[in-house]
């Protein structure tokens, strides 16, 4: 009889731990916050306790939205990070349009345009190096982009025009601060203006009654405008005088030469003409051209002086400026005699 044999006992094996319920479930997703400023807490609560305790502090008083938990500590880190930017950004683009008026030979035009290219590409970097130092994944904007420029496609389509309007103006010297053009305002009455300054957005022009005109750039480059120190400063301008019929004409036309050439503004060369335009109803009309150099100063206090000078030379010499004159003829009818012939009766004194 064969013997039971026994079985061969296994080396030990390591029990396999039960698993529990919770250790099944997926991690939490943890919540994050602004980058720049977990950089900056790690960094200050490495330096020194104190001002360690004070941000996990700040940090302590959070928002949580989602997997998004922000901080009055990010918040903070996020103004002055922002302020900061912004404070560089201009500062760096005011000491950049000072060395380009000091240290260039350019004219104001191309010192103009220039201060605004480079403000632009300022203000530019001065963006994009505020996303980085936000942590701001740029790839996260991308979402947006369609967006953004659906939005400017449609809402800022006029700013983006007016801004471009104004580089080109800038670039042709089609307008220029310092030039007077002529504007019209709503009312439809046309004066003219000196151009202060040209923006981003419009032109500032200022008349000579100190009301100031805000023009977009794109109106005054696809639209005419009156431009008189284009190209020469030098504008001329009209005098309308009448002088009677009975009057000497050649000594008429030399006291006004004279009244135009003793205007100090008025230029001598070209020289003052006198021109005889029309036989009016009353008087015969005559049109005195003369030059001036700064339309900016105004032309109605030329014509003003011109026209204060010539009424004493014509008072002195004899000519007479003649005004409006009717003869009126009334014819008679029944009615109107009938009706003198009462007047006549109630004007006739009674007899006691």
Known sequence: MQGETTPETAPDA??????????????APEETSVAAAEGIKEAVSGQNETVGSVVDG?????LSMGDMRISLFDVLIVAVIVFGVLFVAWFVSKLARRMIRRFTKLDDTQQLLAEKILTIAVWAAAFFVGIDLLGIDLTALAVFSGAFGLAIGFGLQKTFGNLIAGIILL????????????????????????????????VSVTTRDQREYLIPNENLMINQVENWSYSSKNV?????VGVSYEADMDLAEKLMLEAAKSCDRVLKAPPPTVWMSEYGDNSVNFVIHCWIRDPEDGVGNVRSAVLKKLWWLFKDNGIEIPFPQRDIHIRSSDQLDRWFASMAREDKPTED
């Open 14 to 27: 390591e029990p396999t731990p039960v698993q529990q319920a919770w250790t099944l479930a997926e991690d």
């Open 58 to 62: 700040l940090d302590a008083v959070a």
């Open 171 to 202: 670039m042709d010297k089609s307008i220029k601060p310092g030039d007077v053009i002529a504007v019209t305002d709503a009312a439809g009455n046309e004066s003219f203006g000196q151009i202060r300054k040209i923006g981003v957005r419009a």
């Open 236 to 240: 001329r301008m009209q005098v309308f």
